[in-house]
Structure formats: C-alpha cells, structure tokens
C-alpha cells in the first residue's frame, strides 16, 4: 500500500500557509486562489493551526461574522491531528474517520511538508483497485 510520502511525490509538496493575525477574508482569497480545501496556520515556520472551508462556513457566514474584521486565529482548529511521509493510506483514513476531518498535515522534524485531503486519499484508493482490476460498485 502506498504511503503519505508517495501522495506528496505525486501531487507536490506545495504548502499553502497563512498567518494566524491575518483576515479570514485573506484566508478564503487564498483558498480560491489556490484551489484547495484548507490552509496551514503557521508563525515562524511552525504550525499552530488550520483553517478549512468548512471553519469558514461555520464560524463566519453562519455566525454572521465580518470576513475582514475576524482574524484567522479565532476559527482556526487548533488541536491538530497530523501524518508524518512514512504513514499508509489505511493509516490516514482511519485517522479521517475517528476525527470526523478531511485534511491532514504532513510533519516532519516539527515542521509541515505538506497536506494530504480524503480526496488526495480517494484517489489513490481508487487508482489501486483499478490496478488490482477491481470495478467500482
């Protein structure tokens, strides 16, 4: 089974960060303009957050909060469940599944190298049962 480190190999390592005093209208900007889900809380190259579209949802737009007055560090996920390169997919769903969450960031020696979404994990899945001749139901 294919690991993290494979997922980053295929997709790049590319880390879409933003800094926790910045607004969340910055952070939704960087979403779009990046074409991702979530974006990495960082302060000095370490990560202390994540902010995903659904934190947007639920705690801007439906608590009726002002985009460019809220600062990233009052929705922001704090407490964080993270991946190293060397975890299987098997590994990172069930992490998914017990979290109910759907980004997962990759650390190495404290730092993040990346991020891995259930839809970088999905395809994977999907690649390796087409592989093994498997049809989808």
Known sequence: MKTVQDI?????????????????????????????????????????????????????????????QTKVSEIM?????????????????NLMREHHIRHLPVMEEGRPVGIISLRDLFLRVMEAAAEAGIEPA
């Open 77 to 93: 996920t704090r407490d964080l469940v993270t991946v190293s390169r060397t975890d299987s997919i098997i590994d990172c769903i």
């Open 8 to 68: 980053l190999a295929e997709k790049g390592g590319e880390v879409v960060w933003i800094d926790p005093l910045e607004s969340v209208f910055e952070a939704a900007r960087m979403l779009n303009e990046h074409r991702v889900g979530a974006v990495l809380v960082q302060i000095d190259g370490f990560l202390v957050g994540i902010v995903s579209e659904r934190d947007y949802i639920s705690k801007v737009i439906l608590d009726h909060k002002a985009s460019k």
